[in-house]
């Protein structure tokens, strides 16, 4: 996933609201959004693929209310092929039981041996929740560098942008996607309504100006391609947009559309009520 938009006890209505575009190769065999049969707590898409570990997720949320996200970091040189695959962090934390704070500590040597990722977490049912921002790597000058020791943050209410870099790193899509999400969230209210609106401002496919491209070791064509919140390319792509929203009262919904090389292939939703909720309002 390269593009999550969250916005975290800053709507008066909803404690949590995540919006994501997840980028890939068309051909990486991919499971939609589904209740997980050996876990039916889970709902999450899932990652085919075979790769080294267990099969992972980039999203998911629980019955109980344990959101997890992950994205990449962007940083083609220091690629490690053997390392195991970052889904796997995302999954093991909503199969389990552990506060995001006691889930990082735990695991804080495993991370050292993953490529760069950001990992977002929450769990909704406890009765302080906090959602948290890690990543196993760190920005020193402009080098991304492996971190030795792990330094979670626990988010303040706001509005943020998390992309293949740092958090709230300023790439022209954050930043004009972040604005786009304030926006529509000013007009939300409350009732999950607007779902298609939301939806829509994931699919700008407007590159950055040549000025603001990042640099991240990649060529200029991809540089370029990859700046639009929406990418299409012949081989890679934008896969799938979700929208997550859950009410202070514990009902949620959940939408994903996906998509292929061609065109738009499907739209699900899946709304409830989560299990042993406690009321996040304050």
């Known amino acids: 996933m390269c593009l999550i938009l969250t ?22 065999p991919t499971d939609p959004m589904h209740w997980w049969e050996e876990h039916p707590h889970i709902l999450a898409g899932r990652d085919r693929a075979d790769v080294n570990g267990s099969s992972g997720t980039w999203m998911g949320i629980t019955k109980s209310g ?17 390392s195991r695959t970052r889904g796997e962090i995302a999954a093991d934390f909503l199969k389990g039981r552990q506060s995001p704070e006691d889930f990082i500590n735990d695991s ?9 990722f950001n990992f977002l977490s929450v769990d909704l049912s406890l009765e302080n929740p906090g959602l948290h921002w890690l990543s196993n790597r760190v920005l020193m000058g402009d080098k991304l560098r492996p971190r030795k020791v792990m330094n979670p943050q626990c988010l303040t209410p706001g509005v943020y942008g998390l992309s293949n870099a740092m958090l709230d790193t300023p790439w022209p899509k954050v930043q004009h996607r972040v604005g786009a999400f304030a926006q529509m969230l000013a007009m939300d209210t409350g009732d999950f309504k607007k779902s298609e609106q939301y939806m829509r401002i994931m699919q700008d496919q407007t590159p950055a100006p040549d000025e603001y491209l990042p640099q991240t070791g990649l060529s200029y064509e991809w540089e370029k391609a990859l700046s639009s919140a929406f990418i299409k390319t012949e081989h890679y792509g934008t896969r799938s947009i979700a929208l997550i929203r859950v009410r202070h009262d514990g009902q949620f919904e959940v939408i994903e559309k996906r998509f292929d090389a061609e065109k738009e292939l499907d739209t699900q939703t899946f709304d409830g009520q989560l299990e042993n909720f406690q009321s996040t309002q304050r």
């Open 7 to 28: 916005s975290w006890q800053s709507h008066p209505h909803y404690p949590l609201v995540v919006l994501a575009n997840r980028d890939e190769f068309y051909e990486r």
């Open 66 to 82: 344990r959101f997890a996200a992950l994205t990449n970091v962007r940083a083609p040189t220091e690629k490690n092929s053997d």
């Open 108 to 116: 804080e040597r495993k991370f050292q041996r993953y490529n760069g």
